[in-house]
Nanobody, 121 residues
Framework: QVQLVESGGGLVQAGGSLRLSCVAS????????MGWFRQAPGKEREFVAG????????YYADSVKGRFTISRDNAKNTVYLQMNSLKPEDTAVYYC??????????????WGQGTQVTVSS
């Protein structure tokens, strides 16, 4: 069972930036496509970004395209989410997870505790 630990969230003003990290346990991290998701208060959890096992391919939700960048370091079992030009509507708890396959928006692992991102206007 892969365990996921997210960090890097915080309070930031609109237009600011944050970099989230997600460290995964286990030896199969480098074999899996990974994704970032978020859940705002009163809303369902939604897909944000995905990355191929080797880091070469990435894809994004339309709402974050051009502002967020997903990347990974397989040597560190870590996936990152660089968030620029943040908006108040980006406020949510952010989670990472394994994707069922590259190109999908469906998670297949257990959820970590997430990291809170709050963007003030």
């Amino acid at each position: 069972q892969v365990q996921l630990v997210e960090s890097g969230g915080g309070l930031v003003q609109a237009g600011g930036s944050l970099r989230l990290s997600c460290v995964a346990s286990g030896r199969t991290f480098s074999q899996n496509a990974m994704g970032w998701f978020r859940q705002a208060p009163g809303k369902e959890r939604e897909f944000v970004a995905g990355i191929r096992w080797d880091g070469i391919g990435t894809y994004y939700a339309d709402s974050v395209k051009g502002r967020f960048t997903i990347s990974r370091d397989n040597a560190k079992n870590t996936v990152y989410l660089q968030m620029n030009s943040l908006k108040p509507e980006d406020t949510a708890v952010y989670y990472c997870n394994i994707l069922i396959q590259y190109g999908s928006r469906q998670p297949r692992g257990y959820w970590g505790q997430g990291t809170q991102v709050t963007v003030s206007s």
